[in-house]
T-cell receptor
Framework: EAQVTQNPRYLITVTGKKLTVTCSQN?????MSWYRQDPGLGLRQIYY???????DKGDVPEGYKVSRKEKRNFPLILESPSPNQTSLYFC???????????FGPGTRLTVT | AQSVTQPDIHITVSEGASLELRCNYS??????LFWYVQSPGQGLQLLLK??????LVQGIKGFEAEFKRSQSSFNLRKPSVHWSDAAEYFC?????????????FGKGTKLSVKP
């Protein structure tokens, strides 16, 4: 089944403790992206990657890092999480001329 | 810069009634246009998309949307709403060329369905 998977689905952590949210897709898509979703703000893009070893900032990249060493994986790294990064995070992948995006199930992160 | 406006934050309709969710965009050319739906606790699912050609596009779950270039709109419609349609709906705009792949999302419209 074609899908985007994220792990973990739920995470509660404390301020300053480094964490990684993994994202993997099995559709051989070139494009991958991370979003955060907050009430009243919709989805905002954090980082995206057009292909392996090619990443770029989205609208809200501060406090996040990403890497794209393999085509299928696009982990999101929070080196020193803060409470304002409490949010629902989505990974997405896309391919083709029109870049129709497929979304993962989301990761709900709480930073205390 | 691209932007997407969904003027209605929350809409309530009765089951069986028709539905129209509004979406206006700002873009210098004809963009790619998408509607996604997010059920409670779920990820985003693509309902339909417009790339070119026929301006009335059909999607899943009985939804359709019409691209109107003159109004910079891409409104989502359904003739008869079912209780299972209660969800949040997002309109999105994608660029052609350049940062192709990136989507700009509206802030969403939450749909409630009355029995």
């Amino acid at each position: 089944e074609a899908q985007v998977t994220q792990n973990p689905r739920y995470l509660i952590t404390v301020t300053g403790k480094k964490l990684t949210v993994t994202c993997s897709q099995n559709m051989n898509h070139e494009y991958m992206s991370w979003y955060r979703q907050d009430p009243g703000l919709g989805l905002r893009q954090i980082y995206y990657s057009m292909n392996v070893e090619v990443t770029d900032k989205g609208d809200v990249p501060e406090g996040y890092k990403v890497s794209r060493k393999e085509k299928r994986n696009f982990p999101l790294i929070l080196e020193s999480p803060s409470p304002n990064q409490t949010s629902l995070y989505f990974c997405a992948s896309a391919s083709g001329v029109h870049y129709e995006q497929y979304f993962g199930p989301g990761t709900r992160l709480t930073v205390t | 810069a691209q932007s997407v406006t969904q003027p209605d934050i929350h809409i309530t309709v009765s089951e069986g009634a028709s539905l129209e969710l509004r979406c206006n965009y700002s873009y210098g050319a004809t963009p790619y246009l998408f509607w996604y739906v997010q059920s409670p606790g779920q990820g985003l699912q693509l309902l339909l998309k417009y790339f070119s050609g026929d301006t009335l596009v059909q999607g899943i779950k009985g939804f359709e949307a019409e691209f109107k270039r003159s109004q910079s709109s891409f409104n989502l419609r359904k003739p008869s709403v079912h209780w299972s349609d209660a969800a949040e709906y997002f309109c999105a705009v994608g660029a052609r060329g350049g940062s192709q792949g990136n989507l700009i999302f509206g802030k969403g419209t939450k749909l409630s369905v009355k029995p």
